[in-house]
């Protein structure tokens, strides 16, 4: 049997790291960066120590702080692998996490230092927490879709509405999705676990309005089946003229990978504006049709939007404290972002008819406000 001080990789490691402590051998081994240079490892929590110093850390603290070891630069893959994994210098995770995320302008000034690993989420969300949260809402909203089927509701809906439903509601799952996995790229390139947390969260947030939104479509299918519920919602929104702006500036999107970017054209720009147009103004709409029931089922969704921003704001407040130069990075980003996002509106004029003006003018004010508070 090969000896463990025979292996070409134990070589590597102990050049760059010392031995195990194997009994016959004397240094001690780390692994991780944080524990070089401690004697003696006296706490549980030693990486937090440093931070909150001699104190008992929090639940949320203790299952969310630098917990990602791909986004330490100090870590071993990145002094071993030149990257955040144990993929090879050259292999195309590697550069493309360097790339996108390490070297970003809006990242790398921070990520050097280790610094976005102080970032907390102002919820201080763990996945207990999130759950008992996301259960409350779903019990909500089973609650009204049990009322609609009790009371019989969608069979006093007008025709008008009727065609809501179709051709506008059914539709936005698949808006809804795209946001899904542009949370889900943020979630996966966050320079720290405490970020990644929020994004993880806030895919599954979006991924219940898909599902809720599906659920509801089929709702309506069982009261009117020869309507064409469901049938033709992705041909919809493939070629309808309502969708076509929405679905260029969303595919853009996803396909902004430096990691600041993404997150200003994702957060500080679609999301914000979408949210406002299709659980706000569009719902004001269905109310107008004579829908109401849309509203309590979008106002769940919108207590998730409220969050969201509040998360991300904290995240540009917390990174612009310990660089104010980042606020020159965002803003040619946001300026263009924001541009981008209002025309993903464009295809909604034939929705609102003549009120879209007025629904346009509401959304800038409400984002405007926004932004202000994050001193952009």
């Known amino acids: 049997m090969t000896k463990l001080e025979d292996l070409e990789w134990y070589k590597r490691y102990k050049e760059l790291f010392g031995a195990f402590k194997t009994g016959v051998e004397g240094d001690r081994f780390f692994r991780d960066y944080e524990f070089r240079g401690y004697k003696r490892v006296w706490s549980t929590w030693p990486m937090l120590e ?10 949320y603290q203790i299952v969310t702080y630098g917990l990602a070891y791909w986004a330490d630069p100090r870590s071993p893959t990145y002094v071993y692998d030149k990257g955040p994994f144990e993929l090879g210098t050259e292999h195309i995770t590697q550069k493309w996490y360097r790339h996108f995320r390490d070297n970003s302008p809006f990242v790398k000034p921070l990520f050097e230092k280790g610094l976005w690993h102080d970032y907390e989420d102002p919820y201080k969300l763990v996945y207990q927490t999130y759950n008992n949260t996301a259960d409350d809402n779903e019990t909500y909203l089973d609650k009204l879709y049990e009322e609609i089927v009790a009371t019989k509701y969608d069979q006093n809906l007008s025709e008008e509405m009727l065609e809501f439903y179709r051709d506008v509601y059914g539709p936005l ?8 996995m542009g949370s889900a790229y943020l979630a996966t390139m966050a320079p720290s676990s405490s970020i990644a947390n929020i994004f993880i969260f806030m895919s599954m947030d979006h991924m219940r309005r898909v599902q809720r939104i599906a659920q509801r479509i089929k709702m309506l299918d069982i009261v ?3 309507f064409g519920f469901g049938k033709e919602d992705r041909k919809q929104f493939e070629e309808s003229p309502i969708f076509q702006p929405a679905r260029e500036v969303i595919e853009k999107m996803l396909v902004t990978y430096d990691y600041g970017e993404a997150l200003v054209a994702y957060n500080l720009g679609v999301k914000f504006v979408l949210d406002e147009l299709l659980l706000q103004h569009l719902t004001d ?20 939007t409220i969050r969201h921003r509040h998360q991300v704001a ?16 965002v803003k040619p980003w946001l300026n263009e972002w924001k541009e981008k996002a209002y025309k993903t509106t464009e295809g909604f004029k034939e929705v609102f008819k003549n009120s879209y003006d007025n629904v346009i003018s509401q959304i800038k004010k409400e984002h405007e406000e926004y932004l202000r508070g994050i001193e952009l």
Do not use: C
Request: hydrophobic content about 30%; charged content about 30%; proline content about 4%.
């Open 50 to 59: 440093r931070k909150i110093g001699r104190k008992k850390p929090t639940e």
């Open 173 to 180: 799952k698949y808006i809804w999705h795209t946001i899904q």
């Open 285 to 304: 709409l269905a109310s107008q049709k004579g829908d109401d029931m849309m509203r309590h089922i979008n106002m769940s969704y919108y207590n998730d």
């Open 314 to 329: 904290e995240l540009f407040k917390f990174a612009f404290s310990k660089e104010t130069t980042l606020k020159d990075v």
């Open 224 to 226: 009117y089946p020869t």
